[in-house]
Nanobody
Framework: QVQLVESGGGLVQAGGSLTLSCAASGRTFSRYSMGWFRQAPGKEREFVAAISWSGDSTSYADSVKGRFTISRDKAKNTVYLQMNSLKPQDTAVYYC????????????????WGQGTQVTVSS
């Protein structure tokens, strides 16, 4: 069992930066790949980024590639999402999730989810 708690969301102007954190509990955290998803009002939850259990491999949605960076600190049981050059269209609730797949991208591959943190980007 893995429990996930996100933090770091907030209000930022376009072009600004935010770093989201996801703290995980459970001794098997290092065995899971981790992902970030987001859901804007009236839209489906979509994939943002993922990182393998080892941290050696990452995957990004085309819409955030080059602007967002996912990383993990196994010693702290924490995964991060560094978001730069934020745009109003990045506004959404951001969710952290854990998957037993090597590097999942589909929602169905993620068994554990956090409660989400709101990110609002003003123009």
């Amino acid at each position: 069992q893995v429990q996930l708690v996100e933090s770091g969301g907030g209000l930022v102007q376009a072009g600004g930066s935010l770093t989201l954190s996801c703290a995980a509990s459970g001794r098997t955290f290092s065995r899971y790949s981790m992902g970030w998803f987001r859901q804007a009002p009236g839209k489906e939850r979509e994939f943002v980024a993922a990182i393998s259990w080892s941290g050696d491999s990452t995957s990004y949605a085309d819409s955030v590639k080059g602007r967002f960076t996912i990383s993990r600190d196994k010693a702290k049981n924490t995964v991060y999402l560094q978001m730069n050059s934020l745009k109003p269209q990045d506004t959404a609730v951001y969710y952290c999730a854990a998957s037993s797949s090597w590097l999942g991208r589909a929602k169905s591959e993620f068994a554990y989810w956090g409660q989400g943190t709101q990110v609002t980007v003003s123009s």
